[in-house]
């Protein structure tokens, strides 16, 4: 059993269509509507037949009122680390603090390389974001006096002035599947989000060891980290709550474009699963409450 204790949420993950960018847009309007916590795209540049990630993420954040954004998940070679940073603030300030940051090493190369972007070995690739990540949140961070110089050999800034701060400390979410981005997760990420599609039976609990240790051995809370997921809309109430109890999975993010599976999913899934959780949660608590009275009431009969 892995639950980090996180607050459940629950998110859209919806198709950046741009043969009919105006039903997209509505898509994440009724995200909101009907009660989720987060709206989410993926960010492909090279594919014509989908709308800029970043340009859609500010639209849709134009639109809403309540709702969290975020790139899921943003593809770093076509986005410099200082831009980004710059950007992910200005629509966190924009949005009063409803800005998340969604980020990858990138993928499908020769696509990218197509676009002209160079083309890095998938070693090079976990390096960048590695140095990108250093690079971001030293822009965000205002209350250090002097120029910025982070990062390495493959994003580095040298003497950048910092800011804007963000409205809200921004987290910092990796797409990861291999042990060495696990580990980057562990080491300097806020948040995990595998899609369940792209993985094997075992994966979640072994992606969770290999990012617990390397959470430890950098000194950080293994529980600090928030697990998402992606998930595809046939999922059930007991999927999720076992995804929750034994796989730490806290944020669920529904794969769907029909606005009947999302409000589904809102009014009559998240609630369910919310309910259960909550009361095995409050279960477990007891139960060591009163183990640690019963051994406390031991120690002192002992005594």
Do not use: C
Not at 36 to 60: C, I, K
């Amino acid at each position: 059993m892995t639950d980090y204790g996180h607050p459940l949420r629950f998110g859209a993950f919806i198709t950046p269509s741009a043969a009919d960018p105006t039903r997209t847009v509505d898509l994440a309007v009724h995200s909101e509507a009907v009660g989720l916590d987060l709206v989410t795209f993926q960010d492909h540049p090279y594919q014509p037949a989908l709308l800029d990630a970043w340009t859609l993420l500010s639209w849709v954040a134009a639109r809403t009122q309540n709702i969290h954004v975020s790139g899921n998940v943003l593809s770093l070679p076509f986005r410099p680390a200082p831009v980004l940073a710059r950007a992910t603030a200005s629509l966190d300030l924009l949005t009063g603090g409803r800005v998340e940051l969604g980020i990858g090493p990138g993928a499908f190369w020769d696509a990218v390389e197509a676009m002209g972007v160079r083309r890095l070995t998938p070693a090079e690739s976990v390096t960048a974001l590695d140095e990108a990540i250093d690079v971001i949140r030293g822009i965000w961070d205002t209350g250090r006096a002097g120029a910025l110089q982070a990062g390495g050999s493959l994003v580095h800034v040298d003497g950048a002035r910092r800011g804007p701060a963000p409205a809200h400390n921004i987290p910092i979410v990796l797409g990861a599947y291999k042990p060495r981005m696990l580990r980057l997760t562990g080491q300097k990420a806020d948040g995990w989000v595998p899609s369940l599609g792209y993985l094997q039976p075992g994966d979640l609990a072994r992606g969770n060891a290999i990012i617990d240790a390397a959470a430890t051995a950098a000194g950080r809370r293994p529980a600090h980290i928030q697990r998402h997921l992606i998930i595809p809309p046939s999922l059930v109430v007991d999927d999720l709550v076992q995804l929750a109890r034994e796989d730490g999975i806290s944020t669920f993010i529904v794969a769907t474009d029909d606005p009947a599976a999302l409000e589904r999913f809102s009014s009559i899934i998240a609630p369910a699963v919310r309910g259960r959780v909550l009361r095995e949660r409050e279960s477990t608590t007891g139960r060591i409450a009163e183990a640690t009275h019963l051994s406390s009431a031991r120690t002192k009969e002992t005594l």
